[in-house]
C-alpha cells in the first residue's frame, strides 16, 4: 500500500509559478501528476520513473511544466511556469509498482491517488 500527500497548492495570477510536492509513502516504480478541472474528465499531465528517471509529457504542458523525483524524499515535484487560467483545476499526485500496460499518462493506469491539491489561476 502506497500513501501519497500532496502540498503546493494555491492562488497565482496568469504567468505565475507554482511548485506541487507528492511525497510518497512505500515503494513505486512511476509516479505521475494529473488534473481534473469541472465537468471534465481527469487528464494526465506528466509522469516520471522513480528508479531511471525518464518522464513522459503531455502536449499541452510540455516546456512549462517539469516533473521530477528526489529518491532521498521518496517525493515527487511538479514544477509550472507561466500559469494560465485554463490550468485551474484540481491537481492529483499518483503512483504506480506494477509496469504491466505500461500507459504513463493514463489515470487507469496508476493504483494509488493523493487526495489532490486546488489550483487557481485568475486572469
Known amino acids: 500500500q502506497v500513501q501519497l500527500v500532496e502540498s503546493g497548492g494555491g492562488s497565482v495570477q496568469a504567468g505565475e509559478s507554482l511548485r506541487l510536492s507528492c511525497l510518497a509513502s512505500?515503494?513505486?516504480?512511476?509516479m505521475g501528476w494529473f488534473r481534473q478541472a469541472p465537468g471534465k474528465e481527469r487528464e494526465g499531465l506528466a509522469s516520471?520513473?522513480?528508479?531511471?528517471?525518464?518522464?513522459y509529457y503531455t502536449d499541452s504542458v510540455k516546456g512549462r511544466f517539469t516533473i521530477s523525483h528526489d529518491n532521498l524524499k521518496n517525493t515527487v515535484y511538479l514544477q509550472m511556469n507561466g500559469l494560465k487560467p485554463d490550468d485551474t483545476a484540481m491537481y492529483y499526485c499518483?503512483?504506480?509498482?506494477?509496469?504491466?500496460?505500461?500507459?504513463?499518462?493514463?489515470?487507469?493506469?496508476?493504483?494509488?491517488w493523493g487526495q489532490g491539491a486546488q489550483v487557481t489561476v485568475s486572469s
Open positions: 499518483a503512483a504506480n509498482w506494477l509496469t504491466v500496460g505500461f500507459d504513463p499518462l493514463s489515470a487507469t493506469w496508476y493504483e494509488y
Open positions: 516520471i520513473s522513480t528508479k531511471i528517471g525518464g518522464t
Open positions: 512505500g515503494y513505486t516504480n512511476y
